[in-house]
């Protein structure tokens, strides 16, 4: 880096914290408390008898999956909590109350917005990225489910709009908060994802920082990087406490968020 010359923007890393319960649950530690209004977190594996899995359209899910998210909605102060069959796009779904009770399925997507107190919002994972938005402002909030295919469908980009479009939040005052998944080290792929990421490769198998591309397509948006952080947690490094695609779990945790019931 030549005399004078800025470094490059990052991400903040940080470490989620455990909370314990049923299930347990890691969460933002700043946002926990700075934002007092917002509830925010990602489940774990749970227990090797008894494991927290949250996957609802998986060949052989479990039967007991829609009481754990009912669950965890009531854990959480919330009457219901709202998911969808995720499919790696870029739709967003709006929710602008917290009609029903125990877990609501809407049209199929792979974000949830709302600016509504007692809305709870989830997205399944197990190496993809949940990807939390926060305008404190406006007290408006979206989380988003990023694989790779999400994020070449534009899934960040789509969330940003909605949150703009909505209640006129300007990237620049959101909070982004990019949660456990895979990291560098563990994420090899084929050149066709580097292909469909546009980047540059070598024709073999290589590592990819989704977390990184995440990050920098949102600042390319207009996010300052002061208010963007990533989690330390590797979803597949041995020990993690959350269920991994790559390591071979068919497991999903749930990354969740939403504004607490007045």
């Known amino acids: 880096m030549g005399r004078g010359a800025k470094p490059p923007l990052e991400a903040r890393t940080i470490e989620e914290e455990k909370r314990e319960g049923v299930p347990d649950r890691w969460v933002h530690p700043e946002w926990e408390g700075q934002l007092p209004w917002v509830v925010q977190g990602v489940t774990g594996r749970g227990r090797p008898d008894a494991p927290s899995d949250f996957a609802l359209f998986r060949e052989g899910s479990l039967d007991s999956a829609p009481a754990l998210w009912a669950s965890l909605a009531v854990s959480l102060g919330f009457s219901v909590v709202f998911h969808s069959r995720q499919v790696h796009g870029r739709d967003v779904l709006f929710h602008d109350g917290p009609e029903g009770y125990g877990l609501e399925i809407g049209p199929d997507a792979d974000g949830h917005a709302s600016g509504t107190p007692g809305v709870l919002m989830g997205v399944t994972v197990a190496d993809c990225v949940p990807v939390y938005l926060v305008d404190p402002l406006r007290k408006a909030v979206a989380v988003l489910h990023a694989g790779w295919r999400g994020v070449v469908a534009g899934v ?5 709009q909605v949150l703009k479009d909505s209640f006129g939040s300007p990237a620049g005052d959101l909070l ?3 949660g456990p998944a895979i990291c560098v080290t563990c994420y090899e792929v084929g050149p066709e994802v580097h292909d469909a990421l546009g980047l540059s490769h070598r024709g ?3 590592p990819v920082d989704l977390l990184g591309i995440l990050a920098a397509r949102a600042m390319t948006a207009g996010v300052d990087p002061s208010k963007l952080t990533r989690s330390a947690h590797c979803t597949c490094c041995g020990g ?3 269920f991994s695609h ?6 999903r945790q749930v990354g969740y968020l939403g504004i607490r019931p007045r």
Request: charged fraction near 30%; avoid cysteine.
């Open 156 to 160: 960040l980009e789509r969330g940003l």
């Open 176 to 178: 982004i908060h990019l």
């Open 204 to 206: 073999i198998p290589t």
């Open 240 to 242: 993690s406490p959350f």
């Open 246 to 251: 790559r390591r071979g779990d068919q497991e």
